[in-house]
């Protein structure tokens, strides 16, 4: 059985910094790409960060430049560090690896 567990949201001031994290078990997430995805409630889900299998990494335009994904074997955890974050930014964000997606963690970005 395959699980995902982000973790890492929370409330964050405009231009702050938040790294979040999925926790995976029962499959090593070196062995496939691993996909950071967002989305509001009535939204459509967009794609944010990719890291392969080889540890290449591909960013949406929307984080481009202000984020970084980036993969921990020895954990079997992904993390996603995202800096000056904005308004915009408030989501659900969702760890997504092969068919396998997590419980998703919210971040709410806010004065």
């Known amino acids: 059985q395959v699980q995902l567990v982000e973790s890492g949201g929370g409330l964050v001031q405009p231009g702050g910094s938040l790294r979040l994290s999925c926790a995976a078990s029962?499959?090593?997430?070196?062995?496939?790409?691993v996909q950071w995805y967002r989305q509001a409630p009535g939204k459509g889900r967009e794609l944010v960060a990719v890291i392969g299998h080889l540890g290449t990494s591909l960013y949406g335009d929307s984080v481009k430049g202000r984020s970084t994904i980036s993969r921990d074997n020895a954990t079997n955890t992904v993390h996603l560090q995202i800096n000056n974050l904005q308004p915009a930014d408030t989501d659900i964000y969702y760890c997504?690896?092969?068919?396998?997606w997590g419980q998703g963690s919210q971040v709410n970005v806010s004065a």
């Open positions: 029962g499959r090593a997430v070196s062995s496939e790409n």
């Open positions: 997504n690896h092969t068919m396998y």
